[in-house]
C-alpha cells in the first residue's frame, strides 16, 4: 500500500478536502485560545495555497486566483496588526469570492472530460467544502454589515462564531437543515436561500454526472 503522504501528493483534491476536513476539527479548539484569530489566519494561508494548486489544475484564469490570494495574505497580515472592521469586512469579502473561484475552478475541472479519475472523484469533497467555505464568509460579511443578521438557541443576541457561521453553512449547502442557527434579517436569509440553490444544483448537476461517469461500462472498441 503506498504511504499517506505518497498518496496525498499524488491526488492533490484528496489533500485539500484532508485539510479542510481537519480544520472542521480543528477550528473549535483554535477559537478556544488567546492567539485564536492568529492561528485561524494561518491556517486559512495554508488552505489557500492548496486551493491555488488545484486552481493551477483547472481551465480558469489563473491570474484572478492568484491576485485574490494576494489581497487575502497581505490583509491578513495587516489584520494581526491591527484589527479594524472596514478591513475586516474587505478580507471576509475577498476570501469568500476566493472560494468561490477556487470552488469553480474545481467544478471545470471535473466536467472538461468524459471519465471520471481518482482525483476528481476526491474533488467532488474538496468543491462541497470550498463551497461551504464560500458561503460562510459570506455569512461574516453580512454580520459585519448588519449586525444581528443571525441568531442561535445559545445566547442569540451575540455575534456568531466562525465555527458557527461554518455549521449553518454546511447544513444548509448539504440540505439537511439540522441547525440551531437562523437567519433574522433579509439580506441573510437571501444568502442561505442561495446557497440551498447552489446545493441542489451541486448535487443534481455534477455529483449526478460524475456518479454515473463512474458507473458507465467501459466500451473496449467500436
Known amino acids: 500500500m503506498p504511504k499517506a503522504h505518497t498518496y496525498l501528493l499524488r491526488y492533490p483534491s484528496a489533500s485539500l478536502l484532508f485539510v479542510q ?4 476539527v480543528l477550528y473549535p479548539f483554535m477559537e478556544r485560545l488567546s492567539e ?3 492561528i485561524v489566519g494561518a491556517f486559512g494561508i495554508v488552505v489557500l495555497a492548496m ?3 488545484m486552481v493551477r489544475s483547472s481551465p480558469t484564469i489563473q491570474w484572478i486566483a492568484f491576485t485574490q490570494a494576494a489581497c487575502i495574505l497581505m490583509l491578513t497580515v495587516a489584520m494581526e496588526f491591527e484589527y479594524n472592521t472596514a478591513l475586516s469586512i474587505l478580507l471576509a469579502a475577498l476570501e469568500s469570492s476566493f472560494y468561490f473561484y477556487a470552488a469553480g475552478g474545481l467544478i471545470a475541472y471535473m466536467m472538461e472530460d468524459q471519465r471520471a479519475s481518482t482525483d476528481e472523484l476526491f474533488a467532488v469533497g474538496a468543491t462541497f467544502t470550498l463551497l461551504a467555505w464560500a458561503f460562510a464568509h459570506a455569512f461574516h460579511v453580512c454580520q459585519l454589515l448588519s449586525p444581528g443578521s443571525f441568531s442561535a438557541a445559545i445566547d442569540p443576541e451575540a455575534q456568531r462564531t466562525w465555527v ?3 455549521f449553518l453553512s454546511f447544513t444548509t449547502l448539504s440540505g439537511v437543515g439540522l441547525s440551531d ?3 433574522l434579517r433579509p439580506f441573510a436569509r437571501a444568502l442561505v436561500m442561495l446557497e440551498q440553490f447552489a446545493g ?3 448535487i443534481g448537476l455534477v455529483v449526478t454526472r460524475l456518479v454515473s461517469l463512474t458507473v ?3 466500451h ?3
Open 51 to 53: 486551493s491555488l494548486r
Open 21 to 24: 476536513l481537519l480544520g472542521i
Open 164 to 166: 458557527e457561521l461554518l
Open 220 to 222: 473496449s472498441g467500436p
Open 200 to 202: 441542489v444544483m451541486y
Open 181 to 183: 442557527i437562523i437567519p
Open 36 to 38: 485564536g484569530r492568529a
Open 216 to 218: 458507465r461500462p467501459k
